[in-house]
């Protein structure tokens, strides 16, 4: 198994800001790719941007120029620096990793952590 867990959400007023980190930890052999998605109530799951192999990272378009992911791949760590927060904002936000399981295996498996919540309200 993989455990993932995230921190760093909470209550932060429209135009603020909150990190969130996301830590990797259990029974792999290496991580593929870390990132965000959230989900708002009565919504469906949505991505918000991932880190790829080489350092590459996608966001969806309605978070480019406020959000910036960041991985630390040596510690298998991901953070995800939230600034210029709107209240459609509001969801948990939920870590995800694709992993190797195996140094002789090209399997890869998803992973998902149990969510932090973050509000964005005045």
């Known amino acids: 198994q993989v455990q993932l867990v995230e921190s760093g959400g909470g209550l932060v007023q429209p135009g603020g800001s909150l990190r969130l980190s996301c830590a990797a930890s259990g029974s792999f052999f290496s991580i593929n790719a870390m990132g965000w998605y959230r989900q708002a109530p009565g919504k469906e799951r949505e991505s918000v941007a991932m880190?790829?192999?080489?350092?590459?990272?996608n966001y969806a378009d309605f978070v480019k120029g406020r959000f910036t992911i960041s991985r630390d791949a040596a510690k298998n760590t991901v953070s995800l620096q939230m600034n210029s927060l709107k209240p459609n904002d509001t969801a948990v936000y939920y870590c995800?990793?694709?992993?190797?399981?195996?140094?002789?295996?090209?399997?890869?498996?998803?992973?998902w952590g149990q969510g932090t919540q973050v509000t964005v309200s005045s």
């Open positions: 880190s790829t192999s080489g350092g590459r990272t």
């Open positions: 995800t990793a694709e992993v190797y399981t195996s140094h002789y295996s090209p399997r890869r498996y998803a992973y």
